[in-house]
Protein backbone atom coordinates (compact mmCIF):
# COMPACT_ATOMS: atom_id res chain seq x y z
CA UNK A 1 0.00 0.00 0.00
CA UNK A 2 1.29 3.26 -0.72
CA UNK A 3 2.11 6.32 1.76
CA UNK A 4 3.00 9.78 1.60
CA UNK A 5 6.72 8.67 2.04
CA UNK A 6 6.77 5.99 -0.43
CA UNK A 7 8.21 6.46 -3.84
CA UNK A 8 6.83 4.41 -6.67
CA UNK A 9 6.37 4.13 -10.42
CA UNK A 10 3.72 2.49 -12.15
CA UNK A 11 6.46 0.07 -13.88
CA UNK A 12 6.99 -2.00 -10.55
CA UNK A 13 3.06 -2.94 -10.87
CA UNK A 14 2.47 -6.23 -12.27
CA UNK A 15 0.37 -6.11 -14.72
CA UNK A 16 -1.52 -8.91 -15.93
CA UNK A 17 -5.16 -10.40 -17.43
CA UNK A 18 -7.90 -11.73 -15.39
CA UNK A 19 -7.40 -14.94 -13.62
CA UNK A 20 -10.41 -17.00 -11.93
CA UNK A 21 -9.88 -16.08 -8.14
CA UNK A 22 -9.20 -12.26 -8.52
CA UNK A 23 -13.00 -11.45 -8.27
CA UNK A 24 -12.89 -10.81 -4.96
CA UNK A 25 -10.39 -8.26 -5.09
CA UNK A 26 -11.90 -6.75 -8.32
CA UNK A 27 -15.36 -6.10 -5.82
CA UNK A 28 -12.99 -4.70 -3.47
CA UNK A 29 -11.76 -2.48 -5.17
CA UNK A 30 -14.80 -1.18 -6.84
CA UNK A 31 -16.16 -0.37 -3.38
CA UNK A 32 -13.04 1.72 -2.70
CA UNK A 33 -13.01 3.54 -6.39
CA UNK A 34 -16.63 4.45 -6.15
CA UNK A 35 -17.98 4.06 -2.65
CA UNK A 36 -20.70 1.15 -3.64
CA UNK A 37 -20.51 -2.26 -3.53
CA UNK A 38 -21.28 -4.45 -7.03
CA UNK A 39 -22.97 -8.03 -5.89
CA UNK A 40 -21.12 -11.06 -6.83
CA UNK A 41 -24.61 -12.74 -8.41
CA UNK A 42 -23.95 -9.19 -10.62
CA UNK A 43 -20.47 -9.56 -11.75
CA UNK A 44 -20.80 -13.53 -12.39
CA UNK A 45 -23.02 -12.51 -14.87
CA UNK A 46 -21.92 -8.90 -16.52
CA UNK A 47 -18.34 -10.45 -16.97
CA UNK A 48 -18.10 -14.21 -16.48
CA UNK A 49 -21.01 -15.69 -18.20
CA UNK A 50 -21.13 -13.78 -21.40
CA UNK A 51 -21.73 -16.52 -23.97
CA UNK A 52 -19.32 -14.86 -26.68
CA UNK A 53 -16.23 -15.41 -24.75
CA UNK A 54 -14.24 -15.26 -21.64
CA UNK A 55 -13.90 -12.14 -19.74
CA UNK A 56 -11.43 -9.63 -21.16
CA UNK A 57 -9.88 -8.33 -17.65
CA UNK A 58 -6.96 -6.48 -17.60
CA UNK A 59 -5.33 -5.90 -14.10
CA UNK A 60 -2.36 -3.85 -12.74
CA UNK A 61 -0.96 -5.58 -9.01
CA UNK A 62 1.14 -3.92 -6.20
CA UNK A 63 1.48 -7.35 -4.50
CA UNK A 64 -1.53 -9.02 -3.34
CA UNK A 65 -3.19 -5.12 -3.64
CA UNK A 66 -5.40 -4.41 -6.83
CA UNK A 67 -4.17 -1.08 -8.18
CA UNK A 68 -6.45 -0.67 -11.23
CA UNK A 69 -8.41 -2.06 -13.67
CA UNK A 70 -10.52 -1.85 -17.34
CA UNK A 71 -12.40 -4.65 -19.07
CA UNK A 72 -14.50 -4.51 -21.53
CA UNK A 73 -17.53 -6.89 -23.07
CA UNK A 74 -17.16 -9.31 -25.97
CA UNK A 75 -20.69 -8.47 -28.09
CA UNK A 76 -21.92 -10.11 -31.44
CA UNK A 77 -21.59 -7.00 -34.33
CA UNK A 78 -23.39 -7.51 -37.52
CA UNK A 79 -20.83 -6.48 -40.64
CA UNK A 80 -23.19 -6.31 -43.94
CA UNK A 81 -23.76 -9.83 -44.05
CA UNK A 82 -21.28 -10.97 -41.53
CA UNK A 83 -21.24 -11.45 -37.45
CA UNK A 84 -17.67 -10.37 -36.05
CA UNK A 85 -16.88 -9.64 -32.24
CA UNK A 86 -16.80 -5.91 -30.92
CA UNK A 87 -15.47 -5.00 -27.49
CA UNK A 88 -17.94 -2.72 -25.34
CA UNK A 89 -15.58 -0.49 -23.35
CA UNK A 90 -17.03 -0.96 -19.93
CA UNK A 91 -15.32 -0.75 -16.18
CA UNK A 92 -12.35 1.39 -15.75
CA UNK A 93 -11.49 1.75 -12.07
CA UNK A 94 -8.46 2.74 -9.82
CA UNK A 95 -7.77 2.42 -6.18
CA UNK A 96 -7.14 5.83 -4.68
CA UNK A 97 -4.26 5.33 -3.55
CA UNK A 98 -2.69 4.66 -7.14
CA UNK A 99 -4.17 7.75 -8.77
CA UNK A 100 -2.25 9.89 -11.29
CA UNK A 101 -0.17 7.51 -12.35
CA UNK A 102 -1.24 6.94 -15.96
CA UNK A 103 -2.56 2.96 -14.99
CA UNK A 104 -5.78 3.27 -17.14
CA UNK A 105 -3.54 3.82 -20.26
CA UNK A 106 -0.92 1.22 -19.59
CA UNK A 107 -4.26 -1.11 -19.06
CA UNK A 108 -5.89 -0.32 -22.46
CA UNK A 109 -3.15 -0.61 -24.74
CA UNK A 110 -2.16 -4.16 -22.94
CA UNK A 111 -5.96 -5.17 -23.36
CA UNK A 112 -6.24 -3.61 -26.69
CA UNK A 113 -3.53 -5.87 -28.40
CA UNK A 114 -5.32 -8.47 -27.08
CA UNK A 115 -8.27 -8.25 -28.83
CA UNK A 116 -6.61 -6.89 -31.78
CA UNK A 117 -4.97 -10.89 -31.68
CA UNK A 118 -7.51 -12.25 -31.00
CA UNK A 119 -9.66 -11.34 -34.11
CA UNK A 120 -12.29 -8.47 -32.51
CA UNK A 121 -13.10 -5.89 -35.06
CA UNK A 122 -12.97 -2.82 -32.94
CA UNK A 123 -13.90 -1.48 -29.24
CA UNK A 124 -16.42 1.23 -28.55
CA UNK A 125 -18.24 2.68 -26.30
CA UNK A 126 -20.16 5.60 -24.94
CA UNK A 127 -17.92 7.72 -22.34
CA UNK A 128 -19.00 9.91 -20.29
CA UNK A 129 -18.09 13.99 -19.97
CA UNK A 130 -16.03 12.72 -17.30
CA UNK A 131 -13.90 10.41 -19.24
CA UNK A 132 -14.34 11.37 -22.57
CA UNK A 133 -11.32 13.32 -23.25
CA UNK A 134 -9.03 10.70 -21.81
CA UNK A 135 -10.14 8.24 -24.63
CA UNK A 136 -9.55 10.57 -26.97
CA UNK A 137 -6.50 12.01 -26.00
CA UNK A 138 -4.87 9.03 -24.72
CA UNK A 139 -6.51 5.89 -26.25
CA UNK A 140 -6.46 7.06 -29.64
CA UNK A 141 -10.37 7.07 -29.58
CA UNK A 142 -12.60 8.60 -32.63
CA UNK A 143 -15.46 10.45 -32.19
CA UNK A 144 -18.37 9.14 -34.03
CA UNK A 145 -21.75 10.72 -32.86
CA UNK A 146 -23.78 12.35 -29.96
CA UNK A 147 -26.49 10.19 -29.52
CA UNK A 148 -29.72 11.76 -28.39
CA UNK A 149 -32.63 10.24 -25.91
CA UNK A 150 -35.51 10.40 -28.05
CA UNK A 151 -38.30 10.42 -25.45
CA UNK A 152 -42.14 11.21 -25.79
CA UNK A 153 -44.83 11.75 -23.14
CA UNK A 154 -47.01 8.86 -23.64
CA UNK A 155 -50.38 10.91 -22.67
CA UNK A 156 -49.66 13.14 -25.90
CA UNK A 157 -48.63 10.43 -28.79
CA UNK A 158 -50.84 9.02 -31.59
CA UNK A 159 -50.35 6.10 -32.82
CA UNK A 160 -51.53 4.77 -36.46
CA UNK A 161 -53.76 2.30 -36.78
CA UNK A 162 -52.69 -1.11 -38.25
CA UNK A 163 -55.19 -3.60 -39.37
CA UNK A 164 -53.92 -7.41 -39.21
CA UNK A 165 -50.87 -6.30 -36.88
CA UNK A 166 -50.65 -8.75 -33.87
CA UNK A 167 -48.65 -8.22 -30.69
CA UNK A 168 -47.37 -10.32 -28.05
CA UNK A 169 -45.11 -10.78 -25.14
CA UNK A 170 -42.48 -13.63 -25.20
CA UNK A 171 -40.60 -15.48 -22.51
CA UNK A 172 -37.50 -15.58 -24.18
CA UNK A 173 -35.94 -15.81 -27.64
CA UNK A 174 -35.27 -18.64 -30.00
CA UNK A 175 -35.68 -19.39 -33.18
CA UNK A 176 -37.80 -16.62 -34.47
CA UNK A 177 -35.41 -14.01 -33.65
CA UNK A 178 -33.36 -14.15 -36.67
CA UNK A 179 -36.77 -13.84 -38.60
CA UNK A 180 -37.34 -9.98 -37.03
CA UNK A 181 -37.10 -7.33 -39.69
CA UNK A 182 -33.66 -6.90 -40.32
CA UNK A 183 -31.79 -3.93 -39.78
CA UNK A 184 -31.25 -1.56 -42.80
CA UNK A 185 -27.84 -0.10 -41.46
CA UNK A 186 -24.96 -1.58 -42.53
CA UNK A 187 -23.53 -2.09 -38.72
CA UNK A 188 -26.09 -3.82 -35.75
CA UNK A 189 -25.79 -5.73 -32.97
CA UNK A 190 -25.55 -9.40 -34.29
CA UNK A 191 -28.61 -10.82 -33.75
CA UNK A 192 -27.02 -13.99 -31.43
CA UNK A 193 -29.89 -15.99 -29.69
CA UNK A 194 -27.50 -16.92 -27.18
CA UNK A 195 -26.34 -13.49 -26.50
CA UNK A 196 -29.53 -11.84 -26.53
CA UNK A 197 -30.79 -14.25 -23.42
CA UNK A 198 -27.72 -13.77 -21.46
CA UNK A 199 -28.21 -10.11 -22.14
CA UNK A 200 -31.87 -9.47 -21.35
CA UNK A 201 -33.50 -12.23 -19.51
CA UNK A 202 -30.27 -12.82 -17.27
CA UNK A 203 -29.33 -9.82 -15.76
CA UNK A 204 -30.04 -10.09 -12.12
CA UNK A 205 -31.01 -6.39 -11.29
CA UNK A 206 -32.91 -5.66 -14.22
CA UNK A 207 -36.47 -7.15 -15.73
CA UNK A 208 -36.44 -6.73 -19.45
CA UNK A 209 -39.85 -7.43 -21.73
CA UNK A 210 -39.96 -8.67 -24.96
CA UNK A 211 -43.00 -7.67 -27.42
CA UNK A 212 -43.28 -9.01 -30.98
CA UNK A 213 -45.28 -7.91 -33.62
CA UNK A 214 -46.92 -9.77 -37.01
CA UNK A 215 -48.44 -8.97 -40.24
CA UNK A 216 -48.10 -7.95 -42.98
CA UNK A 217 -44.73 -6.31 -43.38
CA UNK A 218 -42.82 -9.11 -41.22
CA UNK A 219 -41.88 -9.15 -37.53
CA UNK A 220 -40.74 -6.51 -34.83
CA UNK A 221 -39.04 -6.56 -31.92
CA UNK A 222 -39.31 -4.22 -28.97
CA UNK A 223 -37.03 -5.13 -25.98
CA UNK A 224 -38.35 -2.76 -22.63
CA UNK A 225 -38.10 -2.26 -19.17
CA UNK A 226 -39.36 0.43 -16.77
CA UNK A 227 -36.94 2.85 -15.21
CA UNK A 228 -38.59 5.00 -12.74
CA UNK A 229 -41.58 7.09 -14.34
CA UNK A 230 -40.61 5.79 -18.05
CA UNK A 231 -40.47 2.58 -20.21
CA UNK A 232 -37.31 2.76 -21.85
CA UNK A 233 -37.22 0.68 -25.10
CA UNK A 234 -33.89 -1.01 -24.91
CA UNK A 235 -33.91 -2.84 -28.40
CA UNK A 236 -36.36 -1.96 -31.26
CA UNK A 237 -36.61 -3.39 -34.86
CA UNK A 238 -39.10 -2.98 -37.75
CA UNK A 239 -39.92 -1.16 -40.97
CA UNK A 240 -40.32 2.21 -41.03
CA UNK A 241 -44.11 1.40 -42.21
CA UNK A 242 -44.43 -0.66 -38.85
CA UNK A 243 -42.52 1.01 -36.03
CA UNK A 244 -45.07 3.50 -35.37
CA UNK A 245 -47.94 0.16 -34.31
CA UNK A 246 -45.31 -1.65 -32.59
CA UNK A 247 -44.06 1.49 -30.36
CA UNK A 248 -47.71 1.99 -29.91
CA UNK A 249 -48.01 -1.73 -28.62
CA UNK A 250 -45.39 -0.66 -25.77
CA UNK A 251 -47.11 2.33 -24.98
CA UNK A 252 -50.35 0.79 -24.02
CA UNK A 253 -48.58 -1.56 -21.84
CA UNK A 254 -46.43 1.29 -20.32
CA UNK A 255 -49.47 3.18 -19.62
CA UNK A 256 -51.50 0.50 -17.63
CA UNK A 257 -48.01 0.23 -15.72
CA UNK A 258 -48.51 3.59 -14.67
CA UNK A 259 -45.77 4.89 -16.78
CA UNK A 260 -45.61 8.16 -18.25
CA UNK A 261 -43.03 8.65 -20.99
CA UNK A 262 -41.03 6.20 -23.36
CA UNK A 263 -37.45 6.41 -24.23
CA UNK A 264 -35.23 5.27 -26.47
CA UNK A 265 -31.99 5.93 -28.58
CA UNK A 266 -32.52 6.11 -32.17
CA UNK A 267 -30.21 8.53 -34.45
CA UNK A 268 -31.60 10.78 -36.51
CA UNK A 269 -30.11 9.21 -39.51
CA UNK A 270 -31.99 5.62 -38.79
CA UNK A 271 -34.82 5.35 -41.64
CA UNK A 272 -37.20 4.63 -38.66
CA UNK A 273 -36.75 7.77 -37.23
CA UNK A 274 -39.63 10.48 -39.72
CA UNK A 275 -42.28 7.33 -38.35
CA UNK A 276 -41.28 7.78 -34.41
CA UNK A 277 -41.39 10.97 -34.79
CA UNK A 278 -44.69 11.50 -35.84
CA UNK A 279 -46.19 9.49 -33.19
CA UNK A 280 -44.48 11.76 -30.93
CA UNK A 281 -40.91 11.35 -29.97
CA UNK A 282 -38.63 14.58 -29.65
CA UNK A 283 -34.77 14.57 -28.80
CA UNK A 284 -33.94 15.37 -25.08
CA UNK A 285 -31.45 14.93 -22.65
CA UNK A 286 -28.84 13.79 -21.89
CA UNK A 287 -26.88 13.86 -24.97
CA UNK A 288 -24.59 10.51 -25.08
CA UNK A 289 -20.96 10.58 -26.31
CA UNK A 290 -20.29 7.74 -28.65
CA UNK A 291 -16.79 6.74 -29.57
CA UNK A 292 -14.17 3.74 -30.47
CA UNK A 293 -11.24 2.90 -31.94
CA UNK A 294 -10.64 0.02 -34.81
CA UNK A 295 -8.23 -2.32 -34.87
CA UNK A 296 -6.19 -2.71 -38.41
CA UNK A 297 -8.50 -1.77 -41.21
CA UNK A 298 -11.74 -0.82 -41.44
CA UNK A 299 -11.67 2.62 -40.99
CA UNK A 300 -16.24 2.52 -42.29
CA UNK A 301 -16.50 1.32 -38.95
CA UNK A 302 -16.21 4.63 -37.34
CA UNK A 303 -18.61 5.88 -39.81
CA UNK A 304 -21.63 6.88 -37.37
CA UNK A 305 -24.15 6.58 -40.22
CA UNK A 306 -23.69 2.99 -40.38
CA UNK A 307 -24.56 2.41 -37.25
CA UNK A 308 -28.00 0.98 -36.25
CA UNK A 309 -27.72 2.51 -32.03
CA UNK A 310 -29.44 0.84 -29.12
CA UNK A 311 -29.87 1.33 -25.50
CA UNK A 312 -29.01 -2.43 -25.58
CA UNK A 313 -25.77 -1.62 -27.01
CA UNK A 314 -24.49 -0.08 -23.85
CA UNK A 315 -23.93 -1.21 -20.12
CA UNK A 316 -25.93 1.63 -18.80
CA UNK A 317 -29.42 0.38 -19.95
Do not use: C
Not at 89 to 110: K, N, V, W
Amino acid sequence: MLNAATSFHAHELDFRPFRPGDEQAILALFQAAFGKPMSKEYWNWRYRDNPIDAPMIELAWDGDTLAAHYAVSPMPLMIGRDTGKAALSMTTMTHPDYQGMGLFPQLAERLYDRLSKQGYRMVFGFPNSNSHRGFVQNLGWQDMAPVPLMTASIADMAFPDTPGRSFAQVDRFSDWLPSIAPSPAKISLGREIDYYNWRMLEDPENNYRIGVAGGEGGLGLAVFKRHQDAVDIVELAATPETVGALVGSVAAIAREDGATRLNMWLPVFDPMFPAIEKVGFRPGGPVTYMGGRVFGSGGDLMDSRSWSVRMVMSDVF
